[in-house]
């Protein structure tokens, strides 16, 4: 088996930040009315800009396989071409169209000669998935070099027009035409962005970041699914896909847009997540004091404190001054979100050869979680 390492990283934030103030007007309002949820998830999740791949005249100006790519051309220079990729392992939860696969569009994109692809789908960890992918690959022998990716285009998921059908629809039943907390919550969490990897068999130039392992949970045997798109909840807590709703209730009741069961979410994710983060640490015989940074994607800083205080609960402390975060300015871009916080910490030019990092990433789909421990190089 053989060493891997990162040895370049990179990413893409389409176009300019987003504050707060602009955002909606950005995604479009629904019914012409400003959101009421607005307000209390942005003063919970304390994101302060994100990005769109939609300019400020409602035009999108990228598709989540463009926005892949060009985080992959980042990793293009210094001797290092699209053409030497051996491997592509792309993650998303967010994929333009159903058929062909993500990683099948952004290599059509790159036209970078013939290479394996590797789709995995999900949520978060589905940029974790890839990861692991390319890992194993390079750590077997398969190939010398991969790139694994994780990115989002969420955006157009979640613009004002998406809910115009259901909104009459509602109105036409004599109902009160507000969409549901479930749905509107998850239009201020989300953004757009990609990031890259680029993963080697021996480390390279100045800095390089040595996979000591990975390993991933999935609570999906005990619960029921939290985020989800593409069907609805049944009373019973079971999904049923869009395929089996009459194609006319496609757009009267949103069926593609994301929801997220937030009584299930806060109820669950922080302690499956702290039993997973124990038990991965005592399987690969790690402490806190063999941590000297600890990179968690949460979805939002209301969640930060919980988490902390779950972790003195079950014996797991990390001290916050190893906590690395940058959830307030580049908002939650879910898979891609790991991959932008380790850009970040390089970027920080903080790293110290020897020092040890964890990436610790949640999943509220079906409550999946992913964890990779570096050695800096």
């Not at 010398?144 to 059908?165: K, L, P």
């Not at 100045?206 to 949970?217: A, D, H, N, R």
């Amino acid at each position: 088996m053989k060493d891997v390492y990162i040895t370049k990283v990179s990413k893409f934030l389409p176009n300019d930040p987003v504050d707060n103030d602009t955002m909606e007007k950005r995604l479009g309002f629904i019914n012409g009315k400003t959101s009421k949820a607005r307000r209390i998830v942005l003063r919970n999740n304390k994101i302060e800009t994100r990005y769109y791949a939609i300019d400020a005249n409602g035009n999108v100006t990228h598709n989540n396989a463009q926005l892949t790519k060009e985080a992959i051309l980042g990793l293009c220079n210094n001797g290092f071409k699209a053409e030497d990729i051996q491997m592509l392992s792309c993650g998303t939860s967010s994929a333009d169209q159903i058929l062909p696969s993500h990683a099948a569009m952004v290599h059509g994109f790159l036209k970078n000669g013939n290479v394996e692809i590797n789709s995995p789908t999900g949520a978060c960890c589905s940029g974790m998935n890839a990861l692991k992918y390319a890992y194993m690959a390079v750590k077997c022998g398969e190939v010398d070099n991969a790139v694994c990716t994780g990115s989002e285009r969420i955006s157009s998921w979640m613009t004002g027009t998406i809910f115009e059908e259901e909104i009459e629809h509602l109105e036409s039943l004599e109902e009160q035409p507000i969409i549901a907390f479930n749905k509107d919550f998850l239009r201020w969490m989300l953004s757009d962005g990609a990031g890259a990897f680029l993963l080697q068999d021996k480390p390279v130039g100045e800095l390089s970041l040595k996979i000591e392992w990975m390993t991933g949970y999935s609570f999906a045997h005990q619960m029921e699914a939290c985020m989800y798109a593409g069907g609805d909840k049944q009373e019973d807590g079971s999904l049923k896909p869009w395929s089996e709703f009459p194609t006319e209730m496609w757009s009267k009741q949103s069926l593609f847009a994301i929801k997220q069961d937030v009584k299930i979410l806060g109820e669950n994710i922080l302690v499956k997540g702290v039993e997973s983060l124990k038990d991965s640490m005592e399987k690969h015989g790690i402490t806190a004091s063999d941590i000297d940074h600890y990179l968690p994607h949460i979805s939002s800083y209301y969640f930060k404190d919980g988490l902390y205080e779950e972790m003195k609960q079950q014996g797991v402390e990390i001290p916050w001054e190893k906590w690395f975060m940058n959830l307030r300015q580049v908002g939650n871009v879910g898979s891609a979100s790991i991959y932008l916080m380790l850009e970040g910490l390089i970027a920080s030019g903080t790293l110290k050869k020897g020092e040890k990092i964890l990436l610790s990433v949640p999943e509220s789909s079906r409550f999946s979680f992913a964890y990779a421990y570096l050695t800096v190089c």
